[in-house]
């Protein structure tokens, strides 16, 4: 999966931009200008195939395609021929029901309430300057001066109460640590300093799925980090 991220680095005067493909769960880097610039033709999130040849550096979170070239996965590509994009006549009664069933089955995946997670990440030499108390907040408008305008409340307006974001309750891991109000604070074994974005964002991610189980989406249907050195993960 091809992903973008814009982030404002200390010391940069402005937005940074990087292109990232995930596999099996951990985020790397494309190490690449010319794939760079191939790569921007993509949509974020779209499959992609990445050929042999390519090397995934699991400490530099880094993915150097040594001139291979990442494609669009044939798969994916198969996948968007499908029912709302094809012109069928002829439908029958069924046929229609069954595409009708099918797309609402799809606008109740991606509408509706969703939980979140709001994770305060602490590194070996860095932590979120925020408290879990201003997370809780920014991001979802509890506690005392609480701000009227935050995550959940500008998607429930857009939307018009079509998808709403609310704070997991509560939720206990291992280790002592655990969630209260859609905010837990997770400590990671990697500096800050010295490092991209991508290898303290994978750190996180597997100290989430060591502490709350692999399958975070059943824990959480959004899990929204924050750590000195990125905002969203």
Known sequence: MIDYDDSIQDGHDGPDETLNI???????????????????????????TIPKGVTLG???????????????SKKDKKKTKNLF?????GRTDEQQRNVDQLRRHLSSSTLGDKSVVAV??????????????????????????????????GYDECSYGSLTFSPLASQSGDG????????????VDVAVAGNDDSIVRNAVTSKIRATFGDDMESVADYWMCECALFHLC
């Open 176 to 187: 002592g640590v655990s969630i209260e109000n859609g905010v837990v604070t997770i400590s």
């Open 22 to 48: 995930m596999v099996d769960g951990s985020i790397y880097e494309i190490d690449d200008d010319d794939e760079d610039e191939e790569l921007k033709r993509f949509k974020s999130g779209e499959a992609v």
């Open 120 to 153: 305060r990440v602490q590194a070996t030499d860095a932590v979120y300057s925020n408290s879990e108390a201003v997370l809780r907040r920014e991001v979802f408008g509890i506690g005392e001066g609480g701000d009227n305008f935050n995550l959940a409340s």
């Open 85 to 89: 994009n094809r012109n069928l006549e």
């Open 58 to 72: 699991t400490k530099s979170a880094k993915a150097k395609t040594n001139g291979m070239k990442i494609k669009p």
